[in-house]
């Protein structure tokens, strides 16, 4: 065993923070951390530091994490030793999320995945440069939910069973666990996913996805050295991603989450246990309670044993979970104390061969030595070794600058990738400005064009163009700022289509008149060629029978002239015939012109019918064309009216919204000077209760002083200075506790402060941005009232609450500074060492008992006049009931009178008129008379009711003082202004008697 072998190293400590939550951010939680710049240090509050070998703040990323603190692990790992990381620390701190115990195949490129995956990745790269070597790797995935030890590989329903065992030589065994042997990362993270898949996973108050078990993810390392393969170094890295801590007050946990949280407590309290008894040197020699859970049964090898181990200490800046934290830190303070002593895990047969062959080659050299005479060989030998060690050094240097020109190259690589990327969004920039330089060279050229032209008509077409342009660039500009339409280019939109739309229709009826006046002249034109056409068709047909007997007659002269060749006797009548044709063949071409005329004035009326019909379809389509503008203007006319009846509706809505939020900021104006009462007082007992833990502290520390005295005169006076000592403790946890939940209270009122905040920023927010149509009707109400008075209320409102919000911050960090003191180590410590003899706990028992008969006797006195109040309470109750069913009645009765006299006097009054209209006015009866006095008499009894119904509702609230003050037999006075008011008045409150027992 080399010294490299048998060296003590201390397991080594990262505290990795994580960023405040929006949760937290949103209750106004402050962060209680400082961290040190460039050193691994920590403070909390303002005074307790806490030092160790890595310490991450907020801003840390994932690659740092692994690159400082997990990095160097994986070295010893391919040298042959054990490695364990694991990760600790309260629910929702972030140790999954540094682990990586949610990947999947999908983050491969996130830079956000945790250490498994990393791990996973370094060690195949590292196996890829070591050449000289045969590996084999298998991994295994467990978790531990409630005591029970779960196979996460295994996909089968019959699951064997798990059970752990001691190895003397290999060390912890677990027998019955899946271990799958991978060729390649792909393979490794394939196992890790199936194992993430069947974890156990469930959601409290302060985490949606907590873990519910201890999961231990193993990778088995072999290799096989030299030339025959033989030697042989197995090495484990066991990745831990323990369950948080849990306080059921805050997750809020219950049923089988209440339970699991419970078994998490437990195993997590096991290993506290265990990293005190290591990290005590006190107890070096004690008994360490490995057995006491599966969970440090497991870790016994990683915990005092052979392997070198990091533990990832996760905390939340928080100051509502600074108690949390700072358990958190002295967890991991103690484990820094833990020594282990890592060995290389060689292979026993392939170290006995090596031994075996190591001695075979001495022997051989003495053998030598004594045939040849050969001189010593030791300078020789130690010659080989330096040269073996100096060699060793070579190949470690020249596998150092290996990996980093690996990973120069993987950079230079991502460097050319970002030039490629940005050469790639030049590019895409560099088109855009093409387009925008086209779009701008188009203005110029209808700014050219406008120049050129000289047809004033083309001008103002041009002009009109280009002002359009102009205008759709400002409403995309505004419309790209703003987001939505404003309502004066709503506004300006309708004129301008309004008016579009009109210029179409005028041009349209233009258009339609020009056609209509064509087409009725032609039809004009037809009626009058209608009795051409009949003479024309009658001249057709004349013409067509003259040239059928002209071309008949033609015909039989050129017959009789081809028989009169054969005949000479006919010569001189064939010349008459002769002359004959030549005249038919003259008519007929005659007639042919006038037929082909007639036939051509026919297709010209046919082709004249033709036209005025498709004249016809034009005007019918342009007349719907006409109708559809028609109908579009009224239904944009329409649109309008609807969108601006409804912006005038809006108005109005805004006008009452205004009137209801002056009265909501008056209201919230009252809630929130009863607020800083409330929270005035709770101020003034939180400083009170911080005055008394002061006191008390500065008087324990005077007990503590004296005691010292005290011991040093012996044993005189034990009972009393036990007596004093104890009571002082007493008196401050009891003054810790109260600050403690004077605490809370203030962490609770925090809470409420921010939320009040972040609900007034939203209606200042959206006092300040509305929308355009908004803002402008908002300008019209401050002619009215001031914009500004709608906002001053609200913002001195927040500046209020964030005076108060700073309160409670101080208050807040001073109370748990005071409780950092008060509950630090130390105190406890001596809390316990205040017991020093027999003599002194049989004082503090006797003492602790008297303490408690008293607080006994007074609990129960206090019970009893608690359950004598509920009583009182109870018979108040009934009696103020009572008042209200009498009250009510008495209410509903006058209303039923009130209704009778006004249905009676309506009648009178009828009567009256009717009588009226049938006698002269001079002529009243004496029963007329008796009508009006009676009715006189009713209104007078109305009147007089109405004004006790008046004083019975004023009276009311002394009624319900008076039911208050029974219990003290205090008289109710009627108010003197009431006296004077009504002086004549009969009714008169007397409030019920009660008897007491």
Known sequence: MTNEDAKVIPVRVALRCRPLVPKEVNEGCQCCLTFVPGEPQVIVGTEKAFTYDYVFDPTAEQEEVFRTAVSPLLCGLFKGYNATVLAYGQTGSGKTFSMGGTYT???????????????????????????????????????????????????????????????PKEGIKIVGLTERQVFSANEMVGCLELGNSARTVGSTAMNAASSRSHAIFTITLEQRRGTDKVDSVVSKLHLVDLAGSERQKKTKAEGDRLKEGISINRG???????????????????????????????????????????????????????????????????????????????????????????????????????????????????????????????????????????EAAGETALMFEKI???????????????????????????????????????????????????????????????????????????????????????????????????????????????????????????????????????????LALQSAKKDSNQAKLSEQRRKRLQELEGQLVDMKKKLLEQSKLLKLKESSVQKVGKLMQEIQAMKTQRTQLMRQMREDSEKFRQWKSKKDREVLQLKEKDRKRQYELLKLERDFQKQANVLRRKTEEAAAANKRLKDALQKRSEVAEKRKDAQSRGMEGAAARVKTWLLNEVEVMVSTEEARRHLNDLLEDRKVLAQEINHLKQQLEAGERPAPKIRRRTLIISELESHGALETPLTKQIENLETEMGLRNAQIADLQQKLLVA??????????????????????????????????????????????????????????????????????????????????????????????????????????????EESSKEKELLQRLKVQVSMFVLFFPLQKLSLLHLASGKKVLVPAAINEQYPDDSFEYVPPKVGYC
């Open 105 to 167: 195949s999908a983050q491969e490129n996130d830079p956000a995945v945790g250490v498994i995956p990393r791990v996973v990745s370094r060690i195949f790269e590292e196996k890829e440069t070591r050449t000289g070597c045969d590996f084999c790797l298998t991994v295994s995935y467990l978790e531990i939910y409630n005591e029970e030890i779960l196979d996460l590989l295994c996909t089968s329903k019959d699951k064997p069973a798990i059970s752990i065992r001691e190895d």
């Open 268 to 406: 997590l309290l096991s290993l506290g246990n265990v990293i005190s008894a290591l990290g005590d040197e006190s107890k070096k020699n004690t008994f360490v309670p490995y057995r006491d859970s599966k969970l440090t049964r497991l870790l016994q090898d990683s915990l005092g044993g052979n392997s070198h181990t990091l533990m990832i200490a996760c905390v939340s800046p928080a100051d509502s979970n600074m108690e949390e934290t700072i358990n958190t830190l002295r967890y991991a303070d103690r484990a820094r104390k833990i020594k282990n002593k890592p060995i290389v895990n060689v292979d026993p047969r392939a170290a006995e061969m090596s031994r075996l062959k190591q001695q075979v080659q001495e022997l051989q050299v003495m053998l030598l030595h004594a045939r040849g005479g050969v001189a010593p060989v030791t300078e020789s030998a130690e010659n080989v070794t330096k040269l073996l060690e100096r060699n060793r050094a070579l190949q470690d240097e020249n596998n150092k600058l290996s990996r980093e020109l690996s």
């Open 420 to 558: 490629i990327m940005t050469e790639q969004m030049n590019d895409k920039l560099q088109s855009k400005l093409e387009q925008l330089q086209h779009h701008a060279a188009c203005t110029v050229d209808l700014e050219k064009l406008l120049e050129m032209l000289e047809d004033q008509e083309l001008k103002e077409n041009v002009e009109v163009m280009k002002n359009l342009q102009d205008v759709i660039l400002e409403l995309k500009d505004v419309t790209t700022i703003a987001g939505k339409e404003s309502p004066e280019a709503f506004t300006t939109h309708h004129a301008l289509r309004q008016a579009q739309l009109s210029k179409e229709l005028i041009e349209l009826n233009k258009v339609l008149s020009l056609k209509e006046a064509y087409v009725k002249k032609m039809c004009q034109n037809d009626s009058q060629l209608e009795p051409m056409q009949s003479e024309h068709q009658k001249n057709v047909h004349t013409l067509q029978s003259a040239v059928d007997s002209l071309q008949k007659e033609k015909d039989e002269l050129v």
């Open 823 to 932: 509950d630090s180590e130390g105190r406890l410590k001596q809390r316990i060492d205040g017991i020093t003899s027999i003599v002194d706990a049989k004082c503090a028992i006797k003492v602790l008992m008297s303490e408690l008969v008293s607080a006994k006797t007074a609990g129960a006195k206090l019970e009893s006049e608690l359950k004598q109040e509920k009583g009182n309470a109870q018979d108040i109750r009934k009696l103020l009931a009572e008042e209200r069913n009498v009250m009510s009645t008495m209410d509903m009765e006058h209303q039923q009178q009130l209704v009778d006299l006004e249905q009676r006097h309506q009648e009178k009054v009828l009567y009256l008129l009717n009588q009226l209209q049938n006698k002269p006015i001079h002529e009243e009866s004496d029963e007329t008379k008796q009508k009006d």
